[in-house]
């Protein structure tokens, strides 16, 4: 596609409840990373892919997170039990690994708000 | 965990001046970036500088690095209402795996027209 995409673009829970967040890269990059953003908190790094490797998986902020991206393309961000402080907006970001061109390229975020 | 400062934390301005965004930032960076979000969802890329560049343009957009300083800035002129958004900078740092970025707080710029 001409962008990354993510879906849903936003989700509602339970407490307690898992949810999966998908996020599909611009084709051909092959490092892909999710990125949280809640309120009093910023923008911070969870995990990082290179092809279906994760070499840094250092932001995940405990356990009941986990992602896996399966043909170097396509990423699940799970988070299971999901508790009231992991309502936040979950960005992905792709960019194109080698060369000149460093950017990344982020998409639209699934808002996801636990009850 | 947020390295990064902007300020001001918020700016306000009438249509058709110029507006100054401050980065500061702590450690070594491969490269800057500078990414505008409206209304907090996705982040649209605006400007890379490297670590070797000291100023660089596009359109309205003038960014500038000092490492020295370990900060950056970016200048939006003739600003429109449309430019309304929260604006961060993000640094590759060379310590840091994968070139994942980290975040500066953000400025809210509003522009009134």
């Known amino acids: 596609g001409a962008g990354v995409s993510q879906s849903p673009s936003n989700k509602v829970t339970e407490k307690g409840k898992d949810v999966e967040l998908r996020c599909d890269p611009i084709s051909g990059h092959t490092a892909l990373y999710w990125y949280r953003q809640s309120l009093g908190q910023g923008l911070e790094f969870l995990i990082y892919f290179q092809g279906n490797s994760a070499p840094d998986k250092s932001g995940l902020p405990s356990d009941r997170f986990s992602a896996e991206r399966t043909g170097g393309s396509v990423s699940t961000l799970t988070i299971q039990r999901t508790q009231q402080e992991d309502s936040a907006v979950y960005l992905c970001a792709s960019r194109h690994w080698g060369g000149r061109v460093e950017t990344q390229y982020f998409g639209p975020g699934t808002r996801l708000l636990v009850l | 965990s947020q390295q990064g400062e902007e300020d001001p934390q918020a700016l306000s301005i009438q249509e058709g001046e110029n507006a100054t965004m401050n980065c500061s930032y702590k450690t070594s960076i491969n490269n800057l970036q500078w990414y505008r979000q409206n209304s907090g969802r996705g982040l649209v890329h605006l400007i890379l500088?490297?670590?070797?560049?000291r100023e660089k343009h596009s359109g309205r957009l003038r960014v500038t690095l000092d490492t020295s300083k370990k900060s950056s800035s970016l200048l939006i002129t003739a600003s429109r209402a449309a430019d309304t958004a929260s604006y961060f900078c993000a640094t590759d740092g060379r310590e840091t795996s994968g070139s994942r970025l980290t975040f500066g707080e953000g400025t809210q710029l509003t522009v009134n027209p």
């Open positions: 500088i490297r670590s070797n560049e």
